[in-house]
């Protein structure tokens, strides 16, 4: 787990993972450079539990660096990420675990293997909504490879391949995310969506499980903003633009990602205006495009009343 000034809830974290029924367990966390109480409170738990091993950051270098020092001292066989405002269910460790091996003995043929789990999210106002995740499908072939980065950045149709891959309900053999090469420090947002691409494009399979193992309490930081999120978006597609079809596709993909933030922003005249460009110039992708968006409408509402409300 990584924090970042959040001395009071990351107690209640450390005590959430503890209380994971899987042994042997290690709680590798990592405070980046926090400036309030956070690393005494990391440091206090540690000391009265073996299992916690606590790292700390000479400065602040974002959550994908900090994970990548996770990544580093780990010494199990598998990682599981939890964030510091959520807590996990009891059995989550064990049964993404059995989600992961089950699998890898029928359908990844030894390719790597990423799983996800739904999540309950807890919103500003209190309400709650449940995030589902990619793959949640049993017994069959999980979404993977070149397609999953397909739908991930070009929104390409992929069955069984909607719904969030947030990396608080993650978890992946600590080879695979060694053998990738950890998570790029350059994004401090959507890290865990390029780590997700990188795979992808490895061969990797994404399995879900359906039942929220994760409930994820959505709490305002300075960087949870919608232009945080729509520069560290374009940067992503920038990335990996060799997995578009071309220089007009990957055009339309960026200027997708805009029309998208002015509509989370609710730029209504700058929406339209953009929208009536896209579906003049490019009508089959913007239908495919929004055929797409509207099961996930609830979503998108939720994500931009949140950064509305208290991330900018």
């Known amino acids: 787990m990584t924090t970042y000034n959040a001395g009071q809830s990351v107690a209640r974290l450390i005590y959430t993972a503890l209380e994971q029924d899987w042994r042997p367990i ?43 020092r996770i990544v580093k001292e780990a010494r199990g066989a598998f990682i599981a990420f939890f964030d510091d405002d959520d ?25 790597p293997v990423i799983c ?20 949640e499908r049993a017994g069959v072939a999980a979404p993977h490879g070149r397609a999953v980065a397909r739908r991930i950045l070009a929104g390409d149709t992929l069955e069984d ?63 949870k903003s919608l232009e945080a999120e729509l520069g560290y978006k374009l940067m992503l597609i920038d990335k990996h633009r060799e997995v578009f079809d071309g220089e007009r596709h990957y055009r339309y993909c960026r200027d997708w990602a805009v029309t998208k933030y002015h509509w989370l922003a609710r730029h209504r005249a700058h929406f339209a205006l953009r929208m009536l460009a896209a579906a003049s110039l490019h009508p089959r992708l913007t239908w495919q495009r929004l055929r797409l968006a509207v099961p996930n409408l609830e979503g998108n509402r939720a994500f931009s009343a949140f950064h509305r409300a208290g991330g900018e």
């Not at 994004?187 to 929220?212: K, Q, S």
Request: aromatic letters at 6%.
């Open 116 to 135: 996800h789990s739904a999540r309950r999210q807890i919103m500003l106002d209190g309400k709650q909504r449940i995030e589902t995740t990619m793959g």
């Open 161 to 223: 391949g909607y719904g969030a891959l947030a990396t608080c309900s993650q978890m992946a053999r600590t080879e695979t995310y060694r053998q990738l090469g950890g998570f790029d420090p350059a994004f401090r947002r959507v890290e865990d969506t390029e780590f997700c691409v990188r795979l992808a494009l490895a061969g990797g399979h994404f399995v879900g499980i359906g039942a929220p193992l994760v409930t994820q309490t959505l709490t305002k930081t300075s960087d």
């Open 87 to 111: 807590e996990s269910v009891p059995e989550r460790v064990r049964l993404q675990v059995r989600r992961i091996v089950d699998y890898e003995a029928r359908f990844a043929g030894g390719a």
């Open 26 to 68: 290690e709680i590798v966390i990592v405070d980046d450079a926090s400036t309030d109480a956070s690393w005494e409170a990391i440091s206090s738990l540690a000391a009265a539990h073996p299992e916690v091993r606590a790292f700390r950051q000479e400065v602040n270098r974002g959550v994908g660096a900090a994970r990548n």
